[in-house]
């Protein structure tokens, strides 16, 4: 199974409406990281947080991180119909390299 | 290069054929990654390399799956005999290692579909 795994499947909101995605994943991490993906595209990286760090904020995202639950959240305030993509979040162990993805969140804002 | 770099963007190839997906990393960057995204799916990862040490494998699906990289530099991921089920988009990541906290910069991808 995923290490990561992503909630909501789906979210549709309207235009300046907060979006909140959630995610879980099962063992110790190093890091956590959120990646957006336009359909069709590559990704691109949104920001990471640290395992000793439980909140962080990049322009209109915040990330929160709780080792002990083993879960994060992104959250996209004033979400704008250019924030429509998918959104994963990806975790990297304490040991290796290898960063795992999870199934993702299709987010869709609608004007 | 300003990004990684993939090739080609889309493929088609009857089952049974053989295939090479090319991804030429960012100047500089000593890891690279390379996934597996289905229609709609997440990223399934295949295969990690990392400067002069061993490639971590553990990823790839079956003996049909290889992938060198040569020079440090540019991949290339072969799929030999190839079958329905390989088609997917395989993405390309590479990322700075020493000072770096693990962001990854991906290609666009390789569409591939086999018929």
């Known amino acids: 199974s995923q290490q990561g795994e992503e909630d909501p499947q789906a979210l549709s909101i309207q235009e300046g409406e907060n979006a909140t995605m959630n995610c879980s994943y099962k063992?110790?991490?190093?890091?956590l990281q959120w990646y957006r993906q336009n359909s069709g595209r590559g990704l691109v990286h949104l920001i990471l947080i640290r395992s000793n760090e439980r909140e962080k904020h990049s322009g209109r995202l915040r990330v929160t991180l709780d080792t002990s639950k083993k879960s994060s959240s992104l959250l996209i305030t004033a979400s704008r119909a250019a924030d429509t993509a998918s959104y994963f979040c990806a975790t990297r162990g304490t040991s290796g390299s290898r960063l795992t993805f999870g199934e993702g969140t299709q987010l869709t804002v609608n004007p | 290069g300003a990004g990684v770099s993939q090739s080609p963007s889309n493929k088609v190839t009857e089952k049974g054929k053989d295939v090479e997906l090319r991804c030429d990393p960012i100047s500089g960057h000593t890891a690279l990654y390379w996934y597996r995204q289905s229609l709609g799916q997440g990223l399934e990862f295949l295969i990690y390399?990392?400067?002069?040490?061993?490639?971590?494998k553990s990823g790839l699906p079956s003996d049909r799956f290889s992938a060198e990289r040569t020079g440090g530099s540019v991949s290339t991921l072969t799929i030999q005999r190839t079958q329905q089920e390989d088609s997917a988009v395989y993405l390309c990541?590479?990322?700075?290692?020493?000072?770096?906290?693990?962001?990854?910069?991906f290609g666009e991808g390789s569409r591939l579909t086999v018929l």
């Open positions: 063992t110790s991490i190093n890091n």
């Open positions: 390399f990392q400067g002069n040490s061993a490639p971590d």
């Open positions: 990541a590479s990322r700075w290692t020493s000072g770096s906290p693990g962001e990854l910069f």
